[in-house]
């Protein structure tokens, strides 16, 4: 079955910008979408279809997709955006939902 | 406002079923596709399946056939998932999440809070 790959952490100092990444075999074809979830919440979807904002969603946060390689991009980071993101891509071979195993964004 | 409300959480022992609901309101329930996510102690998500809310259609995926049954009752705007046979591994918590507008292959917008089902004999 399909396999997406994060990096277990990510670590970026306030301010700068952040990049997650989630690699999976020609991901590029796919539509990838991306989920925040802070200790203790039930996940948000924070970028649908590669890089589109759902309402209320900064615009700090955008993605790019391409190749084998999809990334969220959150610029101008916060304390707030400390949190594991986790990508998500409908695997129309195997005709099931597949989820990377998420990456913990830390705030220095 | 928009929001699913999940029952209680569960404590089942090896070998038992375990049967979590989730309340939709604020949409209209029979227009949307709704899925289950699980997510284990320090591990990333699992969905489970998914259910057409309007006709009750279901998709698991091969891990869970014969496992999980998810159905809905649009009388009073609710889904159930029933999990089998539950294993020490099964421990977790169990999401009902609404799916986009465009179906079952669109992104997960709506997430319930979660209910925890642990396993322990």
């Known amino acids: 079955s399909y396999v997406l790959t994060q990096p277990p952490s990510v670590s970026v100092a306030p301010g700068q910008t952040a990049r997650v990444t989630c690699g999976g075999n020609?991901?590029?074809?796919?539509?990838v979408h991306w989920y925040q979830q802070k200790p203790g919440q039930a996940p948000v979807l924070v970028l649908y279809?590669?890089?589109d904002r759902p309402s209320g969603i900064p615009e700090r946060f955008s993605g790019s997709n391409s190749g084998n390689t999809a990334t969220l991009i959150i610029i101008r980071v916060e304390a707030g955006d400390e949190a594991d993101y986790s990508c998500q891509v409908w695997d129309s071979s195997s005709h099931q939902w597949v989820f990377g195993g998420g990456t913990n964004l830390a705030v220095l | 406002q928009v929001q699913l409300v999940q029952s209680g959480a569960e404590v089942k022992k090896p070998g038992a079923s375990v049967k979590v609901s989730c309340k939709a309101s604020?949409?209209?329930?029979?227009?949307?596709?709704m899925h289950w996510v699980r997510q284990a102690p320090g591990q990333g998500l699992q969905w489970m399946g998914w259910?057409?809310?309007?006709?009750?259609?279901?998709n698991y995926p091969q891990k869970f056939q014969g496992r999980v049954t998810m159905t809905r009752d649009t009388s009073i705007n609710t889904i159930y998932m029933d999990l089998r046979r539950l294993a020490f591994d099964d421990m977790a918590i169990y999401y009902c999440?609404?799916?986009?507008?465009?179906?079952?292959?669109?992104?997960?917008?709506?997430w319930g809070q979660g209910t925890l089902v642990s396993v322990s004999s």
């Open positions: 279809d590669d890089s």
């Open positions: 999440v609404r799916g986009r507008h465009r179906g079952a292959t669109d992104a997960f917008d709506i």
């Open positions: 020609n991901i590029g074809s796919k539509s």
């Open positions: 259910i057409n809310a309007n006709t009750g259609v279901t």
């Open positions: 604020g949409y209209l329930f029979t227009g949307y596709y």
